[in-house]
């Protein structure tokens, strides 16, 4: 019997949840290409090590930009793969699948998520929004008729919302998040420095000293790339103050886009987001200092989820057992009942 998975389709990564099994997959979203014969050469964690190191033949490609499918043929075969290597097919039946998408997105790329996810094998292809899967992930109790607030951050979108009886009341999706701090962080090392330094460099210097607010013990890190001027590589070292001013502008566009969305929140779930806070998840959340940025922005509790980069995928699996229930339930009432629901 084919086993339901739910699907974290994000621009930085992919995590798939398995039923019954919780996360089994969690890699990169990228896949490297033969150009002269379209072949698929490798997918994940195996494509990324080739990020920035590949020769004129093979083209490594993030098939996800924002959040949407950008190429989907790449999307697809990256796709299938994941779902072949984790053999969750029965010998007859294809599993059910969940997929996560931004709240903006139009119809067009939600049927291209949808298409892709069918033409990887998927039975049934169910799509939610990505901060409303997040609060259920983070443990927020979004079927009650209270207010709760979820601040994504992944790494092509930061998804912002207010949630309450199941459903989105106002939310906000902007293509500023992880990479976009990692290419505000290549372009400050470029500007000050005159190094060229590569993407994975990039995301590295911020996972290691990236930082919200302005630090009181100053970091220093050594990184290696290009030099502008003689063309050789040469090494410097950065600190995370540099970083902090570096990131600070991004960072607080996603605080003005919060600010936005609790502007046009109904006044009783806003009061109901005081008291319990907000949730930050996605990759975001682990920057040092973030929930204090925007508590003091926002003027309200900011806690992050303590399974932030895993939440989404965590909340898929949630809402599986839901589908599961929904299922059983209709199946359990009695013919006559059915029927009389087809009537009316």
């Known amino acids: 019997m084919a086993k339901d998975i739910g699907i974290d389709l994000g621009t930085a990564n992919v995590l798939v949840h398995v039923k019954g099994k919780g996360i089994v997959l969690n890699e990169p979203s990228v896949v490297a ?6 072949r698929v ?8 090590r080739m990020v920035g190191r590949t020769p004129s033949n093979i083209r490594v490609i993030r098939p996800l930009k924002g959040g ?3 190429d989907f043929d790449i999307t697809e075969a990256m796709l299938t793969h994941f779902i072949n290597r984790l053999n969750v097919k029965g010998l007859l039946t294809k599993p059910n699948i969940l997929i996560c998408c931004p709240t903006n997105i139009t119809t067009i790329e939600q049927k291209a ?3 892709a996810a069918e033409k990887s094998g998927g039975k049934n292809v169910y799509l939610e929004e990505e901060p409303k899967v997040a609060a259920v992930g983070a443990g927020l109790d979004i079927f009650q008729p209270n207010g709760n607030m979820v601040i994504d951050i992944g790494g092509g979108t930061s998804d912002i919302a207010v949630l309450s009886l199941g459903g989105i009341v106002t939310s906000s999706s902007i293509k500023t998040a992880g990479d ?5 962080i290549m372009n400050y090392v470029k500007r000050e420095h ?5 993407e994975r ?4 210097i911020k996972k290691t000293i990236g930082t919200a607010l ?4 100053i970091e220093n890190m050594e990184i290696r790339g290009r030099d502008m001027i003689t063309g050789l590589p040469r090494t410097i070292s950065i600190t995370s103050e540099e970083v902090y001013y570096a990131m600070h502008d991004t960072l607080m566009l996603i605080v003005e886009q919060a600010k936005e969305v609790l502007e046009i929140t109904p006044p009783e779930l806003g009061a109901d987001i005081i008291n319990t806070g907000i949730v930050l998840t996605g990759g975001g959340a682990l920057i040092r200092g973030i929930e204090q940025l925007f508590s003091d922005e926002l003027g309200v509790p900011v806690f992050a989820s303590p399974e932030s980069l895993d939440s989404v995928a965590l909340g898929t699996g949630i809402l599986l057992e839901n589908i599961g229930k929904k299922k059983r339930d209709k199946q359990a009432e009695p013919s006559w009942f059915r029927r009389l629901l087809q009537r009316n």
Do not use: F
């Open 33 to 38: 290409i033969d150009t002269a014969t379209n």
């Open 41 to 48: 050469l490798a997918v994940g964690a195996e494509a990324y």
């Open 68 to 70: 949407v499918i950008a």
């Open 113 to 115: 998520i949808i298409e």
């Open 180 to 184: 976009k701090l990692d290419s505000d």
């Open 194 to 198: 005159n190094l060229l330094i590569g």
């Open 201 to 204: 460099t990039g995301e590295q």
């Open 214 to 217: 302005i630090p009181e013990k």
